[in-house]
Structure formats: structure tokens, C-alpha cells
């Protein structure tokens, strides 16, 4: 078992920026790919960016690439998604989320999620 916790949300204003962070615990870290997802009200939930299990290669959707960078750091248990200029269309809860089956972009293959946090960016 892994345990996931978001932390990182709020309310910004368009343009600005968050960092969102991931706080792990359970099973070595190390172990498994992470991902970002995010739900807006009456939405399904999408996938925003995934890393692999050593800091390699990272994948965006096309709607946040240029604007959102994924991190991980695997001494600290931690993963990150620092946002910078936000959009209304971002407002949503953000998800992490972990697997062992690399760095998929489909929610189903991911086996822990964390109770994700809120971002709200106003216009």
C-alpha cells in the first residue's frame, strides 16, 4: 500500500502561479511511476502529467505542456506539479496518483490516489 496526500491548492488569480505537492508514504517510493490527474465539476477526471520512477521522462497533456513541470524527489517521498500561468479552465481538484505499470495517461492503471486538493484560478 501506498499513501498519498495532496497539499499545495488554493485560489489564484489567472496568470499566476501554485505548487502543488505529494506527500508519500507505505512502499518504497522509488517503486512506482506518478501522475497528476484533475476533475472539474461534471468532468471526468484527465490526465495532466506523469513521471517515471527515476526522474526520467515526463509527459504532459497538451493543454498544460509549456505551463506545468512535474518533479519528483524519491529521498523525500515527494512529487510536485509547479503551475505557472493559470487559466480558469484549470480550476479543478488535483489528484496524484501512483502505479507500477510505468507512466500511463489513463486513470484506470494507476493503483493509489491521494483525496486530491482544490485549485480555483479566477479571470
Known amino acids: 500500500q501506498v499513501q498519498l496526500v495532496e497539499s499545495g491548492g488554493g485560489l489564484v488569480q489567472a496568470g499566476g502561479s501554485l505548487r502543488l505537492s505529494c506527500a508519500a508514504s507505505g512502499r518504497t517510493f522509488s517503486n512506482y511511476g506518478l501522475g497528476w490527474f484533475r476533475q472539474a465539476p461534471g468532468k471526468e477526471r484527465e490526465f495532466v502529467a506523469a513521471i517515471s520512477r527515476s526522474s526520467g521522462p515526463t509527459y504532459y497533456a497538451n493543454s498544460v505542456k509549456g505551463r506545468f513541470t512535474i518533479s519528483r524527489d524519491n529521498a523525500k517521498n515527494t512529487l510536485s506539479l509547479q503551475m505557472n500561468s493559470l487559466k480558469p479552465e484549470d480550476t479543478a481538484v488535483y489528484y496524484c496518483?501512483?502505479?507500477?505499470?510505468?507512466?500511463?495517461?489513463?486513470?484506470?492503471?494507476?493503483?493509489?490516489w491521494g483525496q486530491g486538493t482544490q485549485v480555483t484560478v479566477s479571470s
Open positions: 496518483a501512483a502505479t507500477t505499470r510505468g507512466t500511463p495517461a489513463q486513470a484506470s492503471h494507476y493503483d493509489y
